[in-house]
């Protein structure tokens, strides 16, 4: 009977673990100090050489995963950022052709479909905005992309539409910072 109940105690410990949500939630900052945003932990930092609305450029990436699949409960967090060339940014016209470029080249990321994107200004900079809600998938994506110190970033969430998400997502987009 004790072994019965230190097997039961063993499983629900693991269950448990392994059904956690995001973890725990900490403020990143990136290395060159450009920004910071509060998002689930741990994060995988990387580099692509990839081409941008500028140019072949150094993308640079901060992603939350789970570390398990959880067909359920599937989420993911991203930022990405790369140099925005100041000749973009100088006046409005060219900043919002450059954002209107930027968020077009990442809808093609979902689909070839047409996603209307709307301005933004994501806490004080300006952007443009998408959310990707295919009928006959469960999964939303909404992606955010902003002009801010000469960097153009770009917010990603990816989640189950039945999962209750809204409260991470908002603290993901709510929290972050353009820094330098």
């Known amino acids: 009977m004790k072994i019965q109940i230190v097997i039961f105690c063993l499983f629900a410990s693991f269950c448990l673990s392994c059904s956690s949500n995001t973890g725990k939630w900490d403020r990143y900052t ?4 450009s920004f910071s945003v509060f998002m689930p932990t741990p994060v995988e930092a990387y580099d692509k050489t990839e081409m941008t609305p500028f140019g072949k ?16 409960k599937f989420r993911l967090f991203q930022i990405s950022y ?7 940014t100088s006046d409005s016209t060219r900043m919002n052709a450059a954002l209107d ?5 990442r ?3 979902f689909t070839e479909l047409e996603i209307l994107s709307e301005p933004i200004v994501q806490n004080g900079y300006p952007g443009r905005e998408f959310i990707y809600d295919p009928p006959k998938n ?9 002009i801010g110190n000469n960097k153009k970033f770009d917010l990603t969430v990816i989640a189950k539409k039945d999962y209750p998400t809204n409260a991470e997502v908002a603290n993901f987009y709510n929290s972050f910072q353009v820094l330098k």
Not at 57 to 72: I, M
Not at 82 to 87: I, L
Not at 138 to 146: L, S
Request: proline share 5%; aromatic share 10%; net charge positive.
């Open 82 to 88: 790369t140099d925005c060339p100041r000749q973009f």
């Open 57 to 72: 450029q150094v993308v640079h990436y901060v992603t939350w995963k789970p570390a398990t699949f959880e067909l359920n």
């Open 138 to 146: 469960n999964v939303i994506t909404t992606v955010k992309e902003c």
């Open 30 to 33: 990136a290395k060159d100090g």
């Open 101 to 105: 470029s930027s968020i077009s080249m």
């Open 107 to 109: 809808k093609k990321d």
